[in-house]
């Protein structure tokens, strides 16, 4: 078991650019979820998904922001034309589902957006 | 509306010092509850959780946590702190593997 893993870890970029992190969850768990943090903060959930299908998307994904599943495994989240308060750190989380410990949910290292 | 109160935004105590971690939470229900360490620049570690049973819970690296139901409260404990355990605590509250909602976080400092 390696753990869920982000990518990139670090990412600066210039304001209306567009980014896209990627998100590998433990294998076989079919719940993998977004939030994001800002410094000071706990983490903000933005979205999550069973399998491929996005069940629940948050007030705070707005419509430059897009995620998706496309095979069921890992996942990709876009923000499109980024501002300044995009900048945070953008955390995924998996979980398994149908067992007693299906809804411990457990995170990756993050990826760190700064944009300039 | 869900929410989850840290009130303790600092907290600082001798290394060998007991701690406790105040979080109160605002839910629907009885939700699921979770206690999550994350250090500077890292993700979020799971220290415990409480689904039902038992309202005293035992986690990782000695902590425990009590739920009390009358009182809407899953405050953290440890006996004995060590330098290592400085970090930021959350607490969260969820139900079936829906979204997590956490508190704003507590930053621990451990002093020698």
């Known amino acids: 078991d390696t753990g869920v893993s982000q990518d990139p870890r670090h990412k600066i970029t210039k304001r209306g650019q567009n980014v896209t992190f990627r998100c590998d969850p433990i294998?076989?768990?079919?719940?993998l979820y977004w939030y994001r943090q800002t410094l000071g903060q706990g983490p903000e959930f933005l979205t999550y998904?069973?399998?491929?299908?996005?069940?629940?998307k948050s007030r705070l994904l707005s419509d430059r922001f897009s995620a998706e599943r496309p095979k069921g495994s890992f996942s990709t989240l876009e923000i499109q034309r980024t501002e300044q308060g995009d900048s945070a750190m953008y955390l995924c989380?998996?979980?398994?589902?149908?067992?007693?410990?299906?809804?411990?949910?457990?995170f990756g290292p993050g990826t760190r957006l700064t944009v300039l | 509306a869900q929410s989850v109160t840290q009130p303790d935004i600092h907290i600082t105590v001798s290394e060998g010092a007991s701690l406790e971690l105040r979080c109160n939470y605002s839910?629907?229900?009885?939700?699921?509850l979770f206690w999550y360490v994350q250090s500077p620049g890292q993700g979020l570690q799971l220290l415990l959780k409480?689904?039902?049973?038992?309202?005293l819970v035992q986690g990782i690296k000695g902590f425990e946590a009590e739920f009390k139901r009358s009182q809407s409260s899953f405050n953290l404990r440890k006996p004995s702190v060590h330098w290592s355990d400085a970090a930021e605590y959350f607490c969260?509250?969820?139900?079936?593997?829906?979204?997590?909602?956490f508190g704003a976080g507590t930053i621990l400092r451990v002093k020698s």
């Open positions: 989380a998996s979980s398994p589902v149908g067992t007693g410990s299906a809804d411990t949910q457990y």
């Open positions: 294998s076989e768990h079919n719940r």
């Open positions: 998904f069973q399998n491929e299908a996005q069940l629940e």
């Open positions: 839910y629907g229900a009885t939700p699921y």
């Open positions: 409480y689904f039902s049973g038992d309202t």
């Open positions: 969260a509250v969820g139900w079936r593997g829906n979204k997590l909602v």
